[in-house]
């Protein structure tokens, strides 16, 4: 009888969408009768597919409607370029890939053969670990950048420029996508003939002990406490500074211009914490869960926390920047296709 063995508790590999489903009244189906080694059809309820295929198809339109929002907005409107919106630009960009991306997880979770090859396969862990690392490497530049403005402001408007952000960012997509296509290309995602250990018709992504070692740094052990130091430290100033200007008020002393726009870098800085927050308490569940055996249906539930922090970066935007709601107020009434739209002051 044909089979396989195991699975991999790695978000790149996607649960036990492979599982065979077996009764002593069906023939066992194989999703490639005419091949050996092909992997068994597996068998699932019409009300399951039904289910997941909604969820699947919801978050995904949600996810990919309201990053559209945030990109539209920092795009058009000349207030919002600033060097901490577009970084939150860049998020919004991998955000909105992942959310065009969900339906094909779903596909490969839910539908247990792989009709699409090797080749596509090597292709989709790619382009979905290279959004995945982005985000959290746009992240670690939100920290960064966030941490300079609200602890060392003076010299903000010297070090962190526009300019300098873009380059950042292009730099981190391009240390992230050379670091993801070694990964990918090392591991033999695009050629799994030579494995013993797998069916033919299934997309796996299995990595050897050392990369998944390396990964493991790379995507959580550095930047992860990194992140978190940071932003200790920033809410330990804003605490302080947030306690003397209300001093300052109480007092019924001028409040100086200063004093105002550090009150509102303390504010982004903790709407941006929020983010940040979600994205840890999305994923560290998900990395403890992978150096353990946990059920495969389990770890499909972690695997999609992660995915649907996708669709919750936008909606914190919604709930704490005022200029966010303004924007997709304007987008959505098409007045952002009236002459001089983008020189509008959402900011006020």
């Known amino acids: 009888m044909k089979g396989q063995k195991g699975e991999q508790n790695k978000l790149l590999t996607g649960g036990d969408s492979l599982m065979a489903y077996e009764t002593e009244d069906q023939e066992t189906q194989y999703c490639f009768p005419d091949i050996n080694s092909s992997c068994v059809k597996g068998k699932r309820s019409s009300h399951g597919y039904i289910i997941i295929y909604v969820f699947v198809s919801l978050l995904s339109v949600w996810t990919v409607f309201l990053n559209l929002l945030v990109i539209?907005?920092?795009?058009?409107?000349?207030?919002?370029?600033?060097?901490?919106?577009?970084?939150?630009?860049?998020?919004?960009?991998?955000?909105?890939?992942?959310?065009?991306?969900?339906?094909?997880?779903?596909?490969?979770?839910?539908?247990?053969?792989?009709?699409?090859?090797?080749?596509?396969?090597?292709?989709?862990?790619?382009?979905?670990?290279?959004?995945?690392?982005?985000?959290?490497?746009?992240?670690?530049?939100?920290?960064?950048?966030?941490?300079?403005?609200?602890c060392h402001p003076l010299l903000y408007p010297q070090k962190i420029t526009i300019t300098k952000t873009l380059?950042?960012?292009?730099?981190?997509?391009?240390?992230?996508?050379?670091?993801?296509?070694?990964?990918?290309?090392?591991?033999?995602?695009?050629?799994?003939?030579?494995?013993?250990?797998?069916?033919?018709?299934?997309?796996?992504?299995?990595?050897?002990?050392?990369?998944?070692?390396?990964d493991l740094f790379v995507s959580f052990i550095f930047p992860c406490p990194l992140i978190i130091t940071l932003y200790?430290?920033?809410?330990?100033?804003?605490?302080?500074?947030?306690?003397?200007?209300?001093?300052?008020?109480?007092?019924?002393?001028?409040?100086?211009?200063?004093?105002?726009?550090?009150?509102?870098?303390?504010?982004?800085?903790?709407?941006l914490g929020i983010i940040v927050s979600v994205y840890l308490l999305c994923w560290i569940p998900f990395y403890i869960c992978s150096l353990t055996v946990i059920s495969s249906t389990a770890m499909n539930v972690i695997i999609w926390a992660v995915y649907t922090n996708s669709g919750l970066n936008p909606l914190v935007y919604a709930l704490f920047y005022p200029w966010f709601k303004k924007t997709a107020k304007l987008i959505l009434t098409l007045k952002i296709l009236q002459p001089a739209s983008s020189l509008i002051n959402i900011l006020q």
């Open 167 to 214: 380059v950042s960012i292009c730099l981190s997509w391009a240390c992230l996508s050379a670091y993801i296509t070694a990964l990918v290309i090392n591991n033999g995602y695009f050629d799994t003939s030579h494995r013993s250990d797998e069916c033919y018709g299934q997309c796996l992504a299995m990595m050897s002990f050392s990369w998944s070692v390396t």
């Open 232 to 271: 200790l430290r920033i809410f330990y100033v804003v605490h302080q500074q947030v306690k003397v200007i209300n001093s300052l008020m109480k007092g019924g002393k001028r409040v100086t211009e200063g004093s105002v726009k550090r009150k509102s870098e303390s504010k982004a800085a903790l709407t």
């Open 72 to 150: 539209i907005s920092i795009s058009h409107f000349k207030k919002l370029h600033t060097p901490t919106n577009m970084i939150i630009l860049s998020l919004a960009v991998t955000d909105l890939f992942i959310g065009l991306a969900m339906p094909m997880e779903a596909i490969r979770q839910i539908e247990t053969c792989w009709y699409f090859g090797d080749t596509f396969c090597g292709l989709y862990f790619l382009l979905i670990s290279l959004l995945f690392s982005t985000s959290l490497g746009n992240l670690v530049l939100i920290a960064v950048d966030r941490y300079v403005a609200v």
